[in-house]
């Protein structure tokens, strides 16, 4: 117990666990107005650290680091244990993917904009919405589409070619050195994704891999394919690597 004049112990200090009552916004950098990631209530995280003003936490579902500020997180957290995390297998998986994109055509149809580090709806980020898709059927994956690429095993493709493809596999845009942008495959070559204002659908949109498609948004976009990726199992927590 605290005495007269002693210091009230910190309870978010390192290391402690934490779950969320309701959702809160969790920021890029300890300071600052950057936008990371949402995080919905049920979700749990463990104190890193206090970063300047903010806490920086790992959220435990995904890996993922960000910070949070420990005003609005007082309210909504309460202690908590390690949260269970069943490693799926890709049979499982499989057998969930029809409710995966019926999560994402679902989010289409609703008014949405394109939000960085947006994942609670109905505005999300390109990554933001496969991570909800999926984890709406209880598959966890990595944050951020660089991550998701490296987490999924990859599938051949190319422009014009899609056939080894199926509904639910992921396709990965960026440049050479990163990938930063995906979408989630519906077949035949379309996929859905949510892309930003400058040469997206500022929102949710149907695109595809047709090289016949001379939709602007369509032709930026297969311009920067990378390739695609599977998702074989689900995300057990563990960080990955930056």
Do not use: K
């Amino acid at each position: 117990m605290a005495t007269l004049g002693s210091p009230v112990p910190d309870p978010f200090s390192p290391g402690t666990l934490w779950c969320l009552r309701h959702s809160l916004n969790a920021y890029s950098r300890p300071r600052g107005a950057g936008l990371a990631t949402q995080v919905a209530a049920g979700r749990h995280l463990r104190v890193l650290d206090r970063d300047g003003p903010r806490l920086r936490v790992r959220l435990l579902e995904d890996g993922y680091p960000c910070w949070l500020e420990p005003q609005e997180l007082a309210p909504v957290a309460f202690p908590a244990g390690l949260p269970w995390l069943p490693r799926l297998d890709r049979v499982t998986i499989a057998a969930r993917l029809e409710a995966v994109l019926a999560f994402a055509y679902e989010a289409r149809q609703r008014p949405n904009h394109y939000l960085w580090g947006g994942t609670l709806g109905p505005d999300f980020d390109c990554s933001g919405l496969v991570q909800a898709a999926h984890a709406a059927s209880g598959i966890w994956l990595p944050r951020d589409a660089y991550l998701q690429e490296r987490f999924c095993r990859p599938v051949a493709v190319r422009v014009g070619e899609t056939r080894l493809l199926e509904p639910g596999d992921l396709i990965f845009f960026g440049t050479p050195r990163r990938c930063t942008h995906v979408g989630l495959h519906l077949g035949g070559g379309r996929y859905l994704h949510s892309s930003g204002r400058d040469h997206g659908r500022n929102g949710i949109g149907i695109d595809d891999l047709n090289p016949r498609n001379s939709d602007p948004v369509a032709s930026h976009y297969r311009a920067e394919l990378r390739g695609a990726g599977r998702v074989m199992h689900s995300h057990d927590g563990s960080p990955l690597p930056p």
